[in-house]
């Protein structure tokens, strides 16, 4: 089975600061999709930004963005001018694109704390 | 638009107690449906997802087992609740052909 790996359990970032969050999965598939998802203490589950991994263009949101490495299956997640209302947990996530059935895994999550 | 419901949003319950967790989407068909839990403080684990009525994919067994007696309706339930289940539950969509998933709001369980 496919597998999201976040190796740093939490973060920490001044306010107006960048910090980026790690993510690396391992897969056989070639098409497949990366996500960046956001929980604040509400425990909603808001989409930051997502990747689909056949573009080889980074993707952006306002001040996050990506860093995709499709070769080393690594997926960052950037954010820059760091505000207090990004302190959350953040989870990277995999979905996979096959036969239109496609199944979505999570990592375990990095909790950011922004210090005003 | 489409929606998701998730009820209850929290649940207390003894141990050995049957369990009924109950998600419905609305405004599409033919979602594909999720079942995660959530321990305290750690990341999302698959438990099941559904492609269609009646087809449920088991990724952790365990004591938990899942339905879909509709094309917009999955229930998650056990027998016999242990206190290991106590978590939170979050049920989630996704449309046939689209990428991103969308969750509801969660349900707290506490098995005492």
């Known amino acids: 089975a496919q597998t999201v790996t976040q190796s740093q359990p939490e973060m920490s970032v001044q306010e107006a600061e960048t910090v980026t969050l790690s993510c690396t999965y391992d897969?056989?598939?070639?098409?497949?999709?990366l996500f960046w998802y956001k929980q604040p203490p509400s425990r909603q589950m808001i989409l930051v930004i997502r990747q689909e991994a056949y573009k080889q263009q980074n993707a952006t949101e306002n001040r996050f963005s990506v860093n995709f490495q499709k070769a080393a299956k690594s997926f960052s997640l950037k954010i820059s001018d760091s505000q207090l209302g990004d302190a959350a947990m953040y989870f990277c996530?995999?979905?996979?694109?096959?036969?239109?059935?496609?199944?979505?895994?999570f990592g375990a999550g990095t909790r950011l704390t922004v210090k005003p | 638009s489409q929606t998701i419901h998730q009820w209850p949003a929290t649940l207390v319950q003894p141990v050995g107690s049957p369990l009924s967790l109950e998600c419905t989407v609305e405004g599409t068909s033919n979602p594909n449906l999720y079942w995660y839990r959530q321990a305290a403080g750690r990341g999302l684990q698959l438990l099941f997802y559904s492609v269609g009525i009646g087809q449920i994919s088991s990724e952790v067994p365990q004591n938990l087992s899942a339905s879909r007696p509709q094309d917009r309706q999955f229930i998650l339930s056990s027998k016999k609740l242990l206190l290991s289940d106590s978590g939170f539950y979050l049920c989630?969509?996704?449309?046939?052909?689209?990428?991103?998933?969308?969750f509801g709001q969660g349900t707290r369980l506490t098995v005492v």
């Open positions: 989630a969509w996704t449309p046939t052909g689209d990428t991103e998933a969308f």
């Open positions: 996530a995999y979905r996979r694109w096959v036969n239109n059935n496609n199944d979505m895994r």
């Open positions: 897969t056989s598939e070639s098409d497949y999709y």
